[in-house]
């Protein structure tokens, strides 16, 4: 072993002492790309600033935050408490394979395969720490750097911040409301093909408007899928909050699409079971091995103990779903009939979620000031529209999953509030 003698300080060889080297920035230029800064939420203030400046951090700071499920009016059902309790009791469940529980995804593995309509086994199946955590994980094992990927516009607002950590290349692709039918451009989408994207990506039912697709243009995703040769992310987090009997298209039982289709799921909206962080990744084996690969740098497993309340979802809830639906519907039709009172307030209620995006473009204000005037006025947060891409400018998105006395006590502050600025923008009622 050497033994070295301690070096002559500065002082000793008669210098001056040097500064200390500054500490580098902490942030990273992954993180940093998440702010956005390309795009403008409102004059002078990037998608990040826009955030900070509403405290739009998902805390609520006192105020009636419409960002979100009312988990108190709207609680999970009583299985969920009862499987859960079960597991922390006998202990056995703390650690589990990353994938997750064995017997758990070969339960679940049964039921998927007839919510949607395609066979699914085992090895199709990751649990992940909420449907967050599903999304996160699956970008963060398909995209590469400077890829292309193909997103809604507008779509669930951490998409086009987790492709940008990733360093992807994001090309938006208009959602088109208008008439009973609403779709992606598609046509957008196959201008794309010479450019050999690698995803696209949409939420269905479409968060934030709430539109379902029609099959045709579930069928015509898959088509350019396979003469694309490229992958499909769904998020089908609300997929069971539907409000017409139409069978809902799910694109894995398109032919060609079992092996192209990447289905993110979870309990944590229709179920109200958020608090739990439990999502599922249903994607080909491939796709799940690179999932398995990420999940357990991130977070090793999802929740051990939430995992074993997925052997009861999807089987006999039918009461349940019935009930559940039918009092969201009741609350979206007196939201949106106190809505309908604010003059150049426009909004296209959509057949699933239990969300409405709404229009108030014809204010001459952005929707961070709106946001700001309803955090001010009615003490109500709200999802201003810009979190959602560049054609949500202008709209914000509201949950109506609360408690019915106090909704319409919001309700009516808002109305007062929005009314407000409308008469300020010289709009008659």
Not at 37 to 44: I, K, L, M, Q
Not at 412 to 428: F, N, S
């Amino acid at each position: 072993m050497s033994v070295h003698p301690p070096a002559a300080t500065t002082a000793q060889l008669g210098g001056d002492t040097p500064a200390a080297p500054e500490l580098r920035p902490a942030q990273s230029a992954r993180v940093a790309r998440t702010h956005l800064t390309y795009r403008e939420a409102a004059p002078g203030l990037s998608v990040r600033e826009a955030d900070l400046s509403l405290r739009l951090d998902g805390g609520g700071h006192g105020l009636l935050d419409t960002t979100h499920f009312d988990t108190v009016r709207f609680p999970p059902p009583a299985w969920a408490d009862q499987a859960i309790r079960e597991a922390v009791a006998t202990g056995e469940w703390a650690y589990t394979p990353y994938r997750g529980d064995p017997g758990v995804l070969t339960d679940l593995a049964s039921a998927i395969s007839g919510f949607l309509g395609s066979p699914v086994g085992p090895g199709n199946l990751a649990l992940t720490p909420g449907t967050q955590g599903a999304l996160f994980t699956t970008l963060s094992s398909i995209v590469d750097e400077g890829d292309l990927v193909l997103l809604a516009d507008p779509d669930y607002l951490f998409c086009e911040r987790i492709l940008a950590f990733l360093g992807a290349r994001v090309e938006r692709i208009p959602l088109i409301l208008d008439g009973e039918r609403p779709g992606l451009d598609l046509d957008v989408v196959e201008r794309f093909l010479p450019e050999q994207p690698k995803l696209l990506m949409f939420s269905h039912p479409n968060n934030p408007t709430g539109a379902v697709y029609p099959a045709e243009m579930i069928s015509r995703v898959a088509e350019l899928a396979v003469a694309g040769g490229f992958r499909v992310l769904v998020d089908e987090l609300y997929s069971r909050l539907l409000y017409t009997d139409t069978p809902f298209p799910h694109l894995r039982s398109e032919p060609g699409m079992a092996d192209r289709t990447i289905t993110l799921l979870g309990p944590s909206k229709t179920e109200s079971m958020s608090g739990f962080r439990i999502g599922v990744v249903v994607a080909p084996e491939d796709v799940i091995a690179s999932v398995e690969q990420t999940l357990a740098m991130t977070s090793l497993r999802a929740p051990a103990y939430a995992q074993r309340m997925l052997a009861r979802w999807l089987v006999d809830d039918d009461d349940f779903l019935h009930e559940r639906i039918a009092d969201l519907e009741a609350i979206k039709r007196t939201t949106v009939e106190s809505l309908s009172r604010v003059p150049g307030l426009r909004m296209t209620p959509q057949d699933g979620t239990a969300y409405l995006f709404l229009d108030v473009s014809a204010f001459g204000v952005s929707d961070v000031e709106v946001a700001g005037a309803l955090q001010r006025e009615a003490q109500v947060v709200v999802s201003p529209g810009y979190q959602f891409g560049p054609s949500g400018s202008g709209h914000f998105r509201i949950c109506y999953a609360r408690d019915e006395t106090e909704w319409a006590a919001a309700l009516e502050r808002m109305v007062v509030c929005l009314t407000g600025l409308a008469t300020a923008a010289g709009i008659d009622a």
